[in-house]
């Protein structure tokens, strides 16, 4: 076992009241992440508290023990955190108005799976070969003699099935399926995750895709294209934003596609922005040009412009990278 891994074990046996928290705009790798890291360490007695930086998607309220998830009044805390475990987050601005737990822990670890992550840890477990953090926390547990029960085999398989594109993207090794093996040897109801996961959009959702859909554009021989979500097309479908779940995975998968990109205004000057790449272009590279980042295939950042605005940007910034990349079509 590396110093890292049996450093985090000691420091981990020896903390009594853990934090352990996730980016905003949760995901299904930073939810299943957070909740398996807690149950795991429950199951050796330890009081852990999973902070809720964000509202949870409705699409992962049926995870076990959700409910640990919850608001705590961090700034009230008198003493500061002991330990804090930080998961599947590239940066502490990831946090979101929590970003201060970090330096009122006296202890953090970062364990992520992010190429841009900032190592602000005192141990950072950063792993860009993984597909998911969840997989970081299976090997974790594994190492810490903690048995991966039905539970935590279905909070890791939500995480690594959510960020894989169920099993499909290039991040996917070989390590992935063998710990799958196990997830689905521990009991899991694969088919019901899978149902719940992938099989259960509501109509009000539906009809958010519609609209975006009729708002597509494409540039560069339709190799680049661009759907919008704005507030009053939520409105109208009687949808929240994380309704837009699917819908950039819809666009880059158009055949000639290789980045697709979805811009949600979340208010009026301020949009986040998800890009998603098929075979060659490093989008994290053209999100940290807006002081985002996240993975090659993968990657988003907010710019505080009108939708339009934002739009033209990206693009040009898209355009850009285009010639950077090598291409091999
Ligand atoms: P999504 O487009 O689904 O919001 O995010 C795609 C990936 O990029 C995820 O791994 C996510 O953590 C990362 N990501 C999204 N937005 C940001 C951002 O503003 N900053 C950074 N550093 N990463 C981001
Ligand atoms: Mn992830």
């Given at each position: 076992m590396n110093n890292t891994i049996s450093e985090l074990i000691k420091k981990i046996s020896t903390a009594n009241n853990i934090y352990i928290a996730s980016h905003v705009n949760p995901d299904g790798d930073s939810i299943g992440s957070i909740l398996a890291m807690a149950l795991g360490l429950r199951k050796i007695n330890?009081?852990?508290?999973?902070?809720?930086?964000?509202?949870?998607?409705?699409?992962?309220?049926f995870l076990p023990n959700i409910h640990m998830i919850?608001?705590?009044?961090?700034?009230?805390?008198?003493?500061?955190?002991?330990?804090?475990?930080?998961?599947?987050?590239?940066?502490?601005?990831?946090l979101g108005k929590f970003k201060s737990i970090v330096s009122n822990s006296k202890f953090v670890i970062n364990i992520d799976h992010h190429i841009s992550n900032s190592g602000?840890?005192?141990?950072?477990?950063?792993?860009?070969?993984?597909?998911?953090?969840?997989?970081?926390?299976?090997?974790?547990?594994?190492?810490?003699?903690?048995?991966?029960?039905?539970?935590?085999?279905?909070?890791?398989?939500?995480?690594?099935?959510?960020?894989?594109?169920?099993?499909?993207?290039?991040?996917?090794?070989?390590?992935?399926?063998?710990?799958?093996?196990?997830?689905?040897?521990?009991g899991i109801d694969k088919s019901d995750i899978n149902i719940r996961l992938y099989q259960s959009r509501s109509i009000e959702r539906t009809n958010l895709f519609i609209s975006s859909f009729s708002t597509l554009k494409t540039y560069n021989d339709n190799k680049i294209a661009t759907v919008k979500v704005t507030q009053d097309m939520l409105k109208k479908a009687n949808a929240k934003m994380e309704d837009t779940e699917g819908i950039i995975s819809f666009i880059r998968d158009i055949k000639p596609v290789e980045v697709a990109c979805l811009l949600k205004e979340n208010?009026?000057?301020?949009?986040?922005?998800?890009?998603?790449?098929?075979?060659?272009?490093?989008?994290?590279?053209?999100?940290?040009?807006?002081?985002?980042?996240?993975?090659?295939?993968?990657?988003?950042?907010?710019?505080?412009?009108?939708?339009?605005?934002?739009?033209?940007?990206?693009?040009?910034?898209?355009?850009?990278?285009?010639?950077?990349?090598?291409?091999?079509?």
């Open positions: 330890k009081n852990v508290n999973i902070i809720k930086t964000d509202e949870i998607p409705s699409d992962y309220l919850r608001t705590y009044d961090i700034d009230e805390e008198k003493d500061p955190i002991d330990l804090l475990v930080v998961l599947d987050c590239g940066d502490i601005d990831r602000f840890g005192d141990i950072n477990i950063v792993d860009e070969q993984s597909a998911a953090t969840g997989e970081l926390v299976f090997d974790l547990l594994v190492g810490m003699g903690i048995q991966i029960d039905k539970e935590i085999a279905t909070c890791l398989y939500t995480a690594i099935s959510t960020d894989t594109g169920s099993f499909s993207y290039d991040n996917v090794t070989s390590r992935t399926h063998e710990i799958v093996v196990s997830l689905i040897n521990a208010k009026e000057k301020e949009i986040k922005i998800s890009l998603r790449s098929k075979r060659f272009v490093d989008v994290s590279k053209i999100c940290s040009a807006f002081n985002g980042g996240g993975h090659k295939r993968a990657s988003g950042c907010t710019i505080n412009e009108s939708i339009n605005d934002a739009e033209r940007l990206i693009v040009e910034q898209i355009i850009k990278m285009w010639w950077l990349c090598e291409w091999r079509y």
